[in-house]
């Protein structure tokens, strides 16, 4: 697959994990996918923690607003009926536990459900940003990401990278299937037919449990 494909192929798999009035929040980068895949019937709303809820598609070129855009920096467009609000309050609806579901992309995760996802020590870094707060407000947390970094496992035993937050990890979807974080350890509860079941687990430093039930990634 090249990189567009997986790409696809992991946003797509995201998407159903949403349910109709859920209030979600999507990490930058491949986690804004996501809402190109949601299932017929499936409203979410969401919200970016620089301030907005009600968020809807990316503008179309030239259509851009230079006054609406998201966490990332990247345009947004608002929904009818989306309003718009400080970081104070958006913060106080994530702490709150009022988001459903954060979706995130990540550096490293672990086996206990540890997150790494803002700094590479020695690299210039803008700063955490509202993760740290979003991994723990969240109800659920979900990882959408690339199975491996320049060939480099990034599902691990433990994480090596200053973490995110500990122990807050629920699910994670890669092109290579999809796994949940659960007390026992990383469960294998659904795989991608392009691999086998030893290309996940040699694409993985942590040891994976293959469910009893695994059944194909669609």
């Known amino acids: 697959m090249d990189k567009n494909q997986i790409r696809e192929v992991i946003a797509r798999r995201a998407a159903k994990e949403l349910h109709d009035g859920d209030v979600v929040n ?25 301030g907005a809820m009600g968020m809807g598609v990316a503008p179309a070129e030239g259509q851009e607003d230079k006054n609406l855009i ?21 913060f106080a609806i994530i702490r ?10 990540a550096l490293q995760v672990d086996e206990k ?6 700094i590479i020590p020695g690299k210039m870094a803008p700063g955490m940003g509202g993760a740290m707060d979003l991994v723990v407000g969240a109800r659920k947390v979900i990882l959408a990401m690339e199975h491996t970094q320049k060939g480099n496992p990034k599902i691990l ?12 990890v629920n699910m994670i979807i890669t ?3 999809v796994m949940e974080i659960r ?15 030893e290309d996940v687990q040699a694409a993985t430093e942590a040891t994976l449990i293959v469910s009893p039930d695994l059944k194909p990634m669609c």
């Open 26 to 50: 999507l990490g930058i980068g491949l986690p804004t996918l996501i809402p190109n895949y949601l299932p017929e019937g499936v409203t979410v709303t969401l919200q970016t923690e620089n």
């Open 113 to 118: 459900g540890n997150l790494a996802n803002w």
């Open 70 to 90: 998201n966490a990332g920096g990247g345009y947004i467009t608002l929904n009818p009926g989306a309003c718009t609000f400080d970081s104070a309050t958006s």
């Open 175 to 177: 092109e290579m299937g």
């Open 96 to 105: 709150g536990g009022h988001v459903n579901v954060s979706v995130l992309g």
């Open 157 to 168: 035993k433990e994480c090596t990278l200053p973490l995110t937050a500990a122990g807050q």
């Open 183 to 197: 007390p026992e350890g990383i469960v294998l509860t659904e795989i991608n037919p392009e691999f086998t079941v």
